[in-house]
């Protein structure tokens, strides 16, 4: 095993790791940041969606040693400096964009990344976006309204419950 060297969310950030081990795995076992999720092994779901470099990337499909010396952001850089909630977190919460939260951090991360790309995307936009994106509980309507909220464009708020 050798160390490993990134830049993970604005901090340089080290950990032995051997050949063949996954960027998920690092960031999880080797640097405790357990907000990016394992859901699949296969790159189907998006559950374990981080950055690399500005851009999206499935980190269970990256060799860690692969990328050595990259800026990493994960869902524990989505927050503010002061540690409060993000934009786009914000928007998931306030719109119930998660149910189980297990598919959050990987929507929040697919998210930015739309956002960066495309400011102000149509639903049908988000929509095509998240493909990549699997959620088994919510249906992606919330999510979606979430997405269009943090981009500052106009979504109803959810529904309340008549008591």
Do not use: W
């Amino acid at each position: 095993m050798e160390n490993v060297t990134l830049t993970v969310n604005g901090k340089e950030r080290s950990a032995p790791a051997e050949g063949r081990t996954l960027l998920v795995e690092f960031l999880r076992e080797g640097l405790r940041l357990t907000g990016t999720h394992v859901g699949c092994d296969t790159s189907q779901c998006g559950a374990c969606l981080v950055h690399v470099d500005g851009e999206p990337v499935k980190a269970c499909s990256v060799l860690v040693q692969d990328i050595a010396g990259a800026e990493v952001t994960t869902i524990e850089g989505m927050a503010n400096a002061d540690g409060s909630l993000g934009t786009i977190q914000a928007a998931f919460r306030e719109h119930h964009g998660l149910q189980c939260g297990f598919c959050t951090p990987g929507m929040v991360m697919a998210a930015a990344s739309l956002l960066k790309e495309n400011p102000k995307p149509t639903e049908a936009e988000v929509r095509h976006y998240l493909e990549g994106n699997i959620c088994r509980c919510t249906g992606y309507h919330n999510i979606v309204k979430a997405v269009m909220a943090a981009s500052g464009q106009d979504v109803a708020p959810p529904a309340v419950a008549a008591e």
